[in-house]
Nanobody, 114 residues
Framework: QVQLVESGGGLVQAGGSLRLSCAVS????????MGWYRQAPGKQRDLVAG???????YYADSVKGRFFISRENAKNTVYLQMNSLKPEDTAVYYC????????WGKGTLVTVSS
């Protein structure tokens, strides 16, 4: 069974940075595409960044140039470096495969104050 544990969230001022980490275990192998999703209060959960086994990346327009996704297969970990944070980035952030498996983690809360 897939297990996903996100960490690294917190409270930061606008313009600040955070680095999220996701520890991955279970049946996921390194050929899976991995992504970071986020869900703001009252909104649907959306994919914001993805990385493939060949390190190809995808970014939603809203985070392009500010967020950077990476993976370290030897540690079964996926990262999301978030720079120039904006209040509209406030959300719970989750990692999962692309497309997502049913096994969501608890997520990590990112709050950006203005």
């Amino acid at each position: 069974q897939v297990q996903l544990v996100e960490s690294g969230g917190g409270l930061v001022q606008a313009g600040g940075s955070l680095r999220l980490s996701c520890a991955v275990s279970g049946i996921i192998d390194n050929s899976n595409r991995m992504g970071w999703y986020r869900q703001a209060p009252g909104k649907q959960r959306d994919l914001v960044a993805g990385v493939g086994s060949s390190r190809g990346t995808y970014y939603a327009d809203s985070v392009k140039g500010r967020f950077f996704i990476s993976r370290e297969n030897a540690k079964n970990t996926v990262y999301l470096q978030m720079n120039s944070l904006k209040p509209e980035d406030t959300a719970v952030y989750y990692c999962n495969t692309i497309p997502p498996s049913p096994s969501w983690g608890k997520g990590t809360l990112v709050t950006v104050s203005s």
